[in-house]
């Protein structure tokens, strides 16, 4: 089993829809979770994070941590051409232990 | 500000070549990384770097060597390239304290022929 599941896609969405993309993990360690967008023949940047449980929104996008259910969300309201891309999840242990796990990514078309 | 820059771009190299892929940053981070990217794989770790003259393996590390004389620099080494070194490989950076962005080049697009 992958410490880090990620659907790969593709996904394709009209403008203005919203956006579900998730991430599920096996190792309780994670406490940082983060979304990376990559652009096409970019590479990545980081979109958001969070610690431990909880939401966290900032503009159209909300980012969600169910640590008891291992599974993360991102939410992309609205959604334009622009965000059209390749989102990855990321996730990484407390202090100590810089090392990122990242998914396999999702690709996103957002449909004008 | 640069950021994290990398060369080459792209690379075309024969089995059994070795090459050196070159990441500097000027943001005077501590932490450094090297990634490597397949289709349909995500990132995977291949070293990491905590500081000058400190490094240490990621989840791949084989066929790689690394070194960190400087606080800008974190080459990555191909020795005796092989097909399945075909990637496209990202460096990457971070102050390497909580919360903090890793921030990545444009990545160089490797082809072992």
């Known amino acids: 089993q992958k410490e880090v599941e990620q659907d790969p896609g593709p996904l394709s969405v009209p403008e203005g829809a919203i956006v579900s993309l998730n991430c599920t993990y096996s190792n309780s360690a994670f406490q940082y979770f983060m979304w990376y967008r990559q652009y096409s023949r970019k590479g990545p940047e980081l979109l958001m994070y969070?610690?431990?449980?909880g939401n966290k929104e900032d503009g159209r996008f909300t980012a969600q941590v169910d640590k008891s259910s291992k599974y993360i969300s991102l939410f992309i309201r609205d959604s334009q051409p622009s965000d059209s891309a390749t989102y990855l999840c990321?996730?990484?242990?407390?202090?100590?232990?810089?090392?990122?796990?990242f998914g396999t990514g999702t690709r996103l078309t957002i449909i004008p | 500000n640069a950021g994290v820059t990398q060369t080459p771009k792209f690379r075309i190299l024969k089995i059994g070549q070795s090459m050196t892929l070159q990441c500097t940053q000027d943001m005077n981070h501590n932490y450094m990384y090297w990634y490597r990217q397949d289709p349909g794989m995500g990132l995977k770790l291949i070293y990491y770097?905590?500081?000058?003259?400190?490094?240490d393996k990621g989840e791949v590390p084989n066929g790689y060597n690394v070194s960190r004389s400087t606080t800008e620099d974190f080459p990555l080494r191909l020795e005796l390239a092989a097909p399945s070194q075909t990637s496209v490989y990202f460096c990457a950076s971070s102050w390497g304290q909580v919360n903090t962005e890793a921030f990545f080049g444009q990545g160089t697009r490797l082809t072992v022929v």
């Open positions: 969070t610690y431990s449980s």
């Open positions: 990321a996730m990484r242990e407390l202090l100590g232990n810089e090392k990122l796990t």
């Open positions: 770097s905590v500081g000058a003259g400190i490094t």
